[in-house]
């Protein structure tokens, strides 16, 4: 028998009238497939190849009590009898496997996307263009009994309890903390009047389904922002909480207006556990831990230092739906890492799209896009190793298909090298390493520093080729350009990311798009994921929790010293970082704020000389002195064998940048992969 390499992660948890198969909470998301035509079917799909993959608990993405609470003007509610079927589905599916199943209750306030959003006061969040109306003592309490209603319904509809959200800046916690509720009533005040909403709640809640239901609360330990409540609030509430009969505590981080980055790719890995440690003396029952946990030796580590009785991982669950059940087998390097871009889910749901993961677009898209084996296998040439490439030779050898995968490089990962040497973009590296594995546990062969040509491909006699090849730098006509290459004043994002050509001090980036943010990151910026005391003092949190919020004062923030000049171009008038990622543009943006970046629109390029690039805005000529001018100028298709090949009578398919080099990105990439390995 192997010994797991898991023992905490994997042991059950006993809830006395029931018990959990082991410590991995599912956390909630919303996947927008709750709000489609037709979209419970999927969603039951979902979930329940989450809980085949052997996940102890899952959360569903938050569901209202009531019509105010929804996130928008079509998003879930709970609150009619004839809900309760499709919601059915779903718990059906996923009682197939031994997982148990909880609904998130989650009543919005004033982050409603929506004109009938309510609150403890009349004050706008800066996240919605709503003002809330204030709520009415007695519209309170029904909000108490519609939640007991949602509860009961929810029972009816085989969920194994609920999720009270209290956190995230919700209406919960709208009413817990002073900076949203100004209320001179028993619902406002001190903590204990603060929190009523949330006790009345949990007792409503249990009062309707009985003991043997669970309750889980999820509690903001750290809101993060100003106004916020005190360590000794959180505490008291955490004891109400328990006394009020909830059967879990799951650990809420930062309000959604919060101006610190709690879940994005360059947080460090389990950078706020240290406050449900701190928790774990005050309560006794079980306590959740959550964000940025990615990898089973990571939970592991949690629940071995006694941090969290459990561990919530959400988007971990959209990159592997297997993750449990590969960490059981000891087989964590076939996991499929979550590298917390956001770029498939959060912004997705932002943008009122279906949610999905950059590296597994097969997420949410469990009945659409199914790797069905073949009975016609086909001899396949892949050529270039990038994400697309290798997500499509993974994806076609699994249907049963004969793939030989080429680069011309010595190592697989296409930009991705590139793209890894960016500080916070550390987790690139666990992409490259789920993809070596995949190639050699489907027999892809696999050859590297092997440039093919149109000749050598069809002399080799496959059924199809698929091009790969990706992108090449944007040559750009700018005067002086030529002269500036050659004495190596101007550089391309390659030459300064991937062959560590020395820059100077004074630096004009060319192209504010994606690659010109992380080549000025790389030039300003140490990484911090590696250091998560560094990291959450560069972002004003205070781990001592000295004031309400855990925010430092101003005067205790570091003070940073610019290491560069740098100054960041582009053309368009707009922000400079307006294209970048719905739910983690701003972050870069604020990083390199910090370090002191200029950013310059509305640019046009006149000429490069000695002292260093001149420029017209508004207008008006100026010269941004520069040892170095770096061009990130966006992208062309490289797909020079397309012709010869289609002319030697081979069929060819493109993928990726060899497709359409515009604003792609690796989500696209990976996910043209796998919509041309399920049909070839
Ligand atoms: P590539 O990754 O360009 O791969 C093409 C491969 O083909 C290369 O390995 C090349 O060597 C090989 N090749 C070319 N010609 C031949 C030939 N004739 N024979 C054999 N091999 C050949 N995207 C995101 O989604 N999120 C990010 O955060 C992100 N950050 C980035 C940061 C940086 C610094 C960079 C440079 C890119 C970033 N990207 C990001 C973009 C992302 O990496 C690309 O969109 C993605 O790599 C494109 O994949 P691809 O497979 O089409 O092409
Ligand atoms: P990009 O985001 O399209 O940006 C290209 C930049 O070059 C823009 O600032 C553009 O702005 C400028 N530009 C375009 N044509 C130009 C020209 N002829 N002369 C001068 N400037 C020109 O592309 P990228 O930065 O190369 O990134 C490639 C892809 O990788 C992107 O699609 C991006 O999604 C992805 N990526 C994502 C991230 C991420 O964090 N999510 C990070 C890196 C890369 P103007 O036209 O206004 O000048
Ligand atoms: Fe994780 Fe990115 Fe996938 Fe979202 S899209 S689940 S952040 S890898």
Redesign the pocket.
């Known amino acids: 028998m192997t010994t797991t390499a898991y023992p905490n992660l994997l042991a059950p948890l006993d809830l006395g009238f029931t018990q959990l198969a082991n410590r991995v909470l599912m956390g909630s998301m919303h996947t927008g497939l709750e709000e489609e035509r037709g979209g419970f079917a999927k969603l039951a799909a979902f979930y329940q190849a989450r809980a085949k993959g052997g996940v102890g608990l899952i959360v569903t993405g938050g569901v209202s009590p009531n019509f105010r609470g929804r996130i928008e003007p079509f998003g879930s509610e709970l609150s009619h009898f004839w809900q309760v079927n499709k919601h059915k589905q779903v718990t059906e599916a996923v009682h197939k496997y031994p997982t148990k199943i909880c609904l998130q209750l989650l009543h919005t306030g004033r982050y409603a996307y929506h004109p009938f959003g309510v609150a403890p006061s009349k004050i706008k969040s800066p996240i919605s263009p709503f003002t809330p109306k204030e709520m009415s003592v007695r519209q309170i309490k029904s909000t108490i009994k519609d939640y007991a209603y949602a509860t009961k319904l929810a029972a009816k509809a085989g969920y194994d309890g609920v999720e009270i959200m209290g956190s995230e800046g919700y209406l919960i916690n709208q009413f817990a903390c002073e900076r949203t509720n100004k209320r001179t009533d028993e619902w406002g005040g001190n903590i204990e009047n603060r929190m009523r909403l949330a006790i009345e709640t949990i007792k409503a809640v249990r009062e309707k389904v009985g003991e043997k239901f669970i309750i889980i609360f999820r509690l903001s330990m750290l809101d993060l922002v100003e106004g916020g409540n005190s360590w000794e609030d959180v505490v008291t509430m955490a004891k109400a909480v328990e006394k009020a009969g909830a059967t879990l505590i799951n650990t809420g981080i930062g309000w959604h207006e919060a101006r610190v980055p709690t ?3 360059s947080v460090p890995r389990a950078a706020f556990t240290w406050v449900t440690e701190r928790m774990k003396q005050e309560v006794s029952i079980p306590l959740i831990t959550t964000n940025r946990i ?1 990898t089973p030796e990571v939970a592991e580590k949690i629940l071995s230092e006694g941090q969290a009785d459990m561990v919530s991982m ?6 592997d739906a297997d993750f449990v059940n590969k960490a059981a087998a000891n087989k964590s390097d076939e996991i ?13 749901v932002f943008q009122q799209k279906r ?6 677009p097969m ?1 949410c898209y469990e009945t659409e896009l199914v790797l069905e084996k073949t009975d016609k296998t086909k001899k396949l040439a892949v050529i270039g190793a990038g994400p697309a490439g290798l997500a499509f030779s993974v994806y076609a050898a699994q249907r049963g298909h004969q793939v030989e995968l080429f680069d011309k490089i010595g190592e697989i990962g296409g930009q991705f090298n590139v793209a890894k040497q960016v500080p916070g973009k550390e ?1 690139f590296y666990e ?1 490259l390493r789920y993809f070596t594995k995949q190639l050699s546990l489907h027999d892809v062969k696999v050859h590297l520093n092997n440039e093919q040509s149109a000749d050598s491909l069809l002399a080799a006699g496959f059924d199809e080729v698929v091009l790969a090849t990706g992108i090449k730098p944007r040559k750009l006509d700018i005067d002086g350009l030529d002269a500036g290459f050659a004495s190596n004043k101007v550089l391309t994002y390659l030459q300064v990311l991937r062959d560590k050509v020395n820059v100077g001090s004074k630096v004009a980036i060319i192209g504010a798009g994606g690659i010109g943010f992380d080549v000025a990151t790389y030039l300003s910026e140490k990484s911090l994921t590696n250091d998560p005391e560094a990291w959450l003092k560069n972002w004003g949190v205070d781990k001592n929790y000295q004031q309400a919020g855990a925010l430092l004062d101003k005067g205790e923030l570091p003070v940073h010293q610019k290491t560069r000049d740098i100054t960041l171009i582009q053309r368009k008038t707009s922000k400079v970082g307006k294209g970048l990622g719905k739910t983690s543009g701003w972050v870069h943006r604020a990083n390199l704020v910090k370090q002191g970046v200029d950013m310059v629109a509305g640019a046009t390029y006149k000429s490069i000389n000695e002292q260093g690039l001149v420029i017209e805005v508004a207008g008006k000529e100026q010269l941004i002195e520069a040892d170095n001018i770096i061009i990130c100028a966006g992208q062309e298709s490289n797909r020079d064998l397309q012709q010869a090949l289609a002319e030697g009578g081979v069929p060819v398919h493109l993928i990726g940048g060899a497709n359409v080099a515009a604003e792609l990105d690796a ?1 696209r990439a990976i996910r043209q992969a796998a919509e041309l390995a399920v049909q070839i």
């Open positions: 879940i994005v790719t990615n959400a988007r971990p669950f959209l990159a499929n890492t979550c590298i917390g871009c956001n770029q498939a889910c959060l912004d997705h949610a999905s993961c950059l590296v597994n997420a987790e992409t989500k």
